[in-house]
């Protein structure tokens, strides 16, 4: 599923190629990807000018200048193409035209994602965003000191810090020295501090990169992002720890694949 990073990258593409234009037509495909494309969202998006690409978490937030906002969530497998011809591919379920003649394809194999209108969604119980100056030792320490569950568990818990997905909890985790496993609760300030610090570090360097490819994830010119090749410890079950050589663990959490060092991790 594409995290923060990802959808950052995404973002930065999509303002290169959106800002100044207006939508010259949308074609929708299929009516109902993860949820129902809203009746009136045609009428609403055509021919509007468009202000601003923002990313929301995992969202991608296009402002119209009628004041309506499209959101799309590429959920596992969404892509986001940007092309100068358009060539109809299978699961391309929605299809912007731009003034400028280029196209903007949201393509789902998966359909975990969606197309809709802000209006139809309630997003008002995100937490801080993962890069915001807010996300700090002070507002986690708030936030975990009751959870009895585990500290990757609460991380990726939407509604405590926004953005967040398995691969970066993953590495910011090995980083800062602390057991996926380990209550919230039981972090000591010290290791709050140090986990803000690297959750951030860990995130910018993948955005540099262009974001994690492991299986569908591509930027919006079809490229892979690289930062994979720069994980120290996600998806390497029974390979050595790159500190201590110790083998390196996978665990099933909550239906995800935890990795971690019984040695560094504690």
Partial sequence: MPELPEVETIKTALNR?????????VKINRKKIRLPIPDDFYLLAKSQEILTVERLAKY?????????KIVIHLGMSGKIIISNNYEAKKHDHVVFEL???T?????????FGFVSLMKCLDLS???IDALSDEFNAKYLKEKIKTKNQSIKKTLLDQEVVAGLGNIYVIESLFLSKINPLKSAKD??????????????????KAIKAGGTTLKDYRKADGSLGYFQNELFIYGKEGEKCP???????????????TFYCTKCQK
Avoid: H, M, P
């Fill in 17 to 25: 190629a959106l800002i100044g234009n207006s939508i010259k037509d």
């Fill in 60 to 68: 991608i937030v296009i402002s119209l200048k009628n004041g309506e």
């Fill in 99 to 101: 003034s400028n003649g």
């Fill in 103 to 111: 196209f903007i394809t949201y393509n789902d194999a998966r359909r």
């Fill in 125 to 127: 119980k995100l937490g």
């Fill in 187 to 204: 972090l000591s300030s010290k290791e709050i501090e140090f986990l803000i610090t690297n959750i951030k570090q860990v995130l910018k």
């Fill in 243 to 257: 500190v201590c050589e110790t083998i390196i663990k996978r665990v099933i959490e909550g239906g995800r694949s």
